[in-house]
């Protein structure tokens, strides 16, 4: 069966990257351009990864990350922040919420798929 990916990102080539590669790599791939998307995608088709941004027009990623966390239906998915821009205090914040890391951007598109397959347990 394939992994289900969901990716939330309001840049649309950033989000239609991130897409091919996963499905190059034999994913299953939704996608959202904002949180409240997003949230209502991974409560709908509970993914086995969500790959988001940590900047989205609507709310930031984490803060959408917390509100998935309280959901028992999606509290145990693993979240990959992908951003540019994480300074310290970012990162604290990334790594204060359970079963989540981070990619850099610009991604690697070599190393990408491998990379989200790793969150998956």
């Known amino acids: 069966m394939k ?6 990102d309001d840049n649309k080539s950033n989000l239609m990257l991130e897409k091919d590669l996963l499905e ?5 791939v939704f996608t959202a351009e904002n949180a409240d998307g997003g949230i209502a995608i991974a409560r709908k088709e509970k993914p086995d990864v969500i790959i988001m941004d940590v900047r989205l027009p609507d709310m930031r ?3 959408a990350a917390r509100i ?40 690697n598109t070599r190393t990408f798929a491998k990379e989200v397959s790793q969150f998956i347990k």
């Open 68 to 107: 998935l966390r309280q959901d028992k239906e999606t509290s145990n998915i693993p979240i990959i922040f992908v951003t540019a821009s994480v300074m310290a205090e970012g990162r604290e914040e990334i790594n204060a919420i359970t079963n989540s890391g981070f990619i850099g951007k610009p991604i």
């Open 3 to 8: 992994k289900k990916a969901l990716i939330v």
């Open 24 to 28: 190059v790599a034999g994913f299953e």
């Open 61 to 63: 990623g984490p803060e």
